[in-house]
């Protein structure tokens, strides 16, 4: 089945930058998805972004122009690139993902996040005004 396990997160001042990365394993089929969400105490959990194996890509509004989610096939990692970090992007940052048919599923993920049946543990990130 699916594993995905996160790392990269940190503390940073806004305007910083960070790079989380999401490596997955587990998976036979050629169709899949890997997003990423964020939470925040006090609230609800928010995607970030998705992408699937057919190049399908998807951003929040709220991280648009900031985040950019690529994949390095050869380590089986996915990436989530944050630069221009603002206090209110702190929080714990999951990746989930799912493998199989109708896995290329990005451009729906970030509101379907039921169907995405592997989730990682988080990693956390601390931005500072």
């Known amino acids: 089945r699916v594993q995905v396990v996160e790392s990269g997160g940190d503390s940073v001042q806004a305007g910083g930058s960070l790079r989380l990365s999401c490596v997955v394993s587990?998976?036979?089929?050629?169709?899949?998805?890997v997003a990423w969400f964020r939470q925040v105490p006090g609230k609800e959990r928010e995607g970030a972004g998705a992408?699937?194996?057919?190049?399908?890509?998807k951003y929040a509004d709220s991280v648009q122009g900031r985040f950019t989610i690529s994949q390095d096939h050869s380590k089986n990692t996915v990436y989530l690139q944050m630069i221009s970090l603002k206090p209110e992007d702190s929080g714990m940052y999951y990746c989930?993902?799912?493998?199989?048919?109708?896995?290329?599923?990005?451009?729906?993920?970030?509101?379907?996040?039921?169907?995405?049946?592997?989730w990682g543990q988080g990693t956390r990130d601390r931005v500072s005004s």
């Open positions: 587990g998976y036979t089929y050629a169709s899949y998805c």
């Open positions: 992408v699937d194996s057919g190049g399908g890509i």
């Open positions: 989930a993902g799912v493998a199989g048919p109708g896995g290329r599923m990005a451009r729906r993920a970030l509101g379907a996040s039921s169907e995405l049946a592997a």
